[in-house]
């Protein structure tokens, strides 16, 4: 038998062809996940002004002409109050480090705090890791001098391979900070469809949806202490039929959920059909309940049955 290196002729690595995991990592609500659903141009991941919104890792991928790059978002490292869900979120973030071409390590311009470097000091040594220096559309980094300080001050905290300023939210610089992140990609071909935007399931992704309308309007009221589970998720006659329980920790919580008449599940239910709807391209029937489960976020047993 004769060896060659050339490839397997049935998978030629088409010319220069680049493939790879790219993990994005940052404090809570830097803007991780606004920044991967901008960088694959579809919303995969939920996203919301408060902290602790990304509970899994999510992958999406991106495919073009010349390589596919498939993020996986993390949920934000957690630096406050520990309890299993907290462990789990933080461990969550850890293994997403392995098995990555390259880091995406996300920062707010013109704030770097001590919970940013926290996650600094959990960065990977023989993973490149690139910064990115998101909300560059706020006003306090308009100052195009003070905002190349910021850079500098970060990169003094780490050895970055290289740095980009973006606004994940407005779109700006991200063709940029894709082209950079292509060089650290390794020369492959694809290893997902062209068509792929993402590994997760339809039930994982409708299941995000409802949790995103809460983030929404639940507002201040929020329960931290609150998730999501689909309960039936079956296709008849042309339509998604999907049952949806919300978990909360308390009994007096439910009705911070169902608001007054029940107008405010209503509100969730009927945006969270409609982004269904348009994500899974088919009519949707959605029916979303409030159910009570006292210290869930401190089980665990509870935490592996929700596949966290
Ligand atoms: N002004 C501005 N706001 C942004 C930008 N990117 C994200 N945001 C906002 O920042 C908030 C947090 O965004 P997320 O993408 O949910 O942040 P995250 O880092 O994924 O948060 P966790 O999942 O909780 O760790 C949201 O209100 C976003 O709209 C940006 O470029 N500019
Ligand atoms: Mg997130």
């Given at each position: 038998?004769?060896?060659?290196?050339?490839?397997?002729?049935?998978y030629p690595v088409p010319n220069g062809?680049?493939?790879?995991?790219?993990?994005?990592v940052g404090r809570p609500n830097v803007g991780k996940s606004t920044l991967m659903n901008h960088l694959i141009g579809q919303k995969?991941?939920?996203t919301s002004k408060k902290a602790q919104t990304t509970r899994h890792k999510v992958t999406g991928i991106y495919t073009d002409d010349t390589a596919?790059?498939?993020?996986?978002?993390?949920?934000?490292?957690?630096?406050?109050?520990r309890n299993a869900l907290n462990d789990r979120l933080n461990q969550n973030v850890t293994e997403a480090l392995t098995g990555i071409d390259a880091v995406v390590f996300v920062v707010e311009a013109m704030r770097l705090t001590e919970a940013d470097r926290t996650v600094i000091k959990q960065l990977p040594k023989h993973t490149p890791v690139i910064l990115a220096v998101n909300k560059i559309d706020k006003d306090k980094a308009?100052?195009?001098?003070?905002l190349q300080a910021f850079i500098d001050d970060v990169r003094r905290e780490f050895d970055f391979a290289a740095a980009e300023a973006v606004s994940a939210k407005h779109g700006l610089r991200i063709a940029n900070l894709l082209e950079l992140l292509k060089t650290y990609l390794p020369e492959s071909v694809p290893m997902?469809?062209?068509d792929m935007v993402t590994d997760k399931s339809s039930r994982f992704l409708a299941m995000e949806i409802v949790r995103e309308k809460l983030f929404r309007y639940l507002g201040e009221e929020l329960p931290y202490a609150m998730n999501v589970e689909v309960e039936q998720f079956k296709e008849e006659n042309g339509i998604q039929h999907i049952y949806i329980a919300v978990l909360v920790d308390k009994e007096n919580q439910k009705p911070i959920?169902?608001?007054?008449?029940?107008?405010?599940?209503?509100k969730i239910s009927t945006e969270a059909r409609l982004d269904m709807e348009k994500l899974f391209d088919?009519?949707?029937?959605l029916q979303v309940w409030v159910k009570v489960k006292s210290g869930w976020a401190d089980d665990i047993r509870f935490l592996n049955e929700l596949g966290m």
């Open positions: 038998m004769t060896y060659t290196d050339t490839p397997c002729p049935e062809y680049r493939c790879g995991f790219i993990a994005i995969i991941s939920i596919q790059f498939v993020f996986v978002d993390t949920p934000g490292f957690q630096t406050d109050h308009k100052d195009k001098y003070a997902y469809p062209e959920v169902i608001g007054k008449g029940g107008e405010k599940l209503k088919c009519k949707v029937f």
